[in-house]
């Protein structure tokens, strides 16, 4: 006979089921916009996007207070609570992801020269693919206790760097630019890389700070104003 503890924690992991299935959606939705080769995005898939992104907040924060009110409420032993921690740090990294989506949606919204996207289509959508097998094969190593799965995507991440560079100097290759500022450009994208790692030490600055206001006053201000 299960107990009120057994169905909390079911009731949870039906919810992460779902919530993952979401996010792994958004990232089809967007492989089939890397693949057109297209700027100029179909407004219903973009819409589509934007919708499930918001749904995806409201499901992170609905997941983890549930997960907090479990561990409080019915003090898990050793072993299901490893799995809901883990399970917990897993659900704040599937909703950056949703985040990373949105950014890639506006990124390409964005570019100016849609012959130069085109002509690196292949590459994006190789890299978006062993991306979003990566987290295929990352989830399914949770649901099933896989660990050869876990290995693996771990391992595969200097795929997705490799690919990332080799973009960039194919990029640099076909462009009809003298070999000094080829290699400015290549100090600028290096230049990108350092202020994009850092700019992402601030976003888990913020992530601390969010997490230090639940702490003091107990209220949950993600994807919320700041009053």
Same mark, same amino acid.
């Given at each position: ?16 089921? +779902? ?87 506006? %990124? ?33 190593? %949770? ?36 070999? +000094? ?28 700070? +969010? ?17």
């Amino acid at each position: 006979m299960s107990t009120r503890k057994d169905e909390a924690l079911k009731n949870i992991f039906n919810e992460f089921g +779902e919530f993952a299935n979401l996010v792994l959606h958004q990232l089809d939705l967007l492989g089939r916009i890397v693949t057109s080769g297209s700027t100029t995005l179909s407004k219903d898939m973009v819409m589509e996007i934007l919708e499930n992104e918001k749904k995806i907040d409201k499901l992170e924060v609905k997941l983890s207070d549930k997960i907090i009110d479990y561990i409080v409420l019915y003090q898990p032993l050793a072993t299901d609570l490893r799995k809901i921690i883990a399970c917990f740090r897993i659900i704040i990294n599937l909703e950056r992801i949703g985040d990373l989506v949105t950014n890639i949606i506006r %990124f390409i919204e964005k570019i100016k020269t849609p012959e130069v996207y085109v002509s690196l289509t292949d590459v994006i959508a190789n890299m978006h693919m062993q991306s979003s097998i990566m987290v295929n094969k990352a989830l399914l190593s %949770f649901t099933n206790d896989d660990r050869e799965f876990a290995i693996w995507t771990i391992k595969n991440d200097s795929v997705v760097d490799e690919i990332k560079q080799k973009m960039m100097n194919k990029a640099i290759k076909k462009s009809n630019i003298s070999e +000094e500022n080829k290699e400015l450009l290549i100090t600028y994208i290096n230049m990108n890389g350092v202020v994009s790692n850092i700019e992402r030490i601030a976003d888990y600055a913020t992530n601390i700070a +969010e997490a230090a206001i639940y702490s003091i006053e107990g209220k949950d201000i993600r994807h919320k104003p700041i009053e």
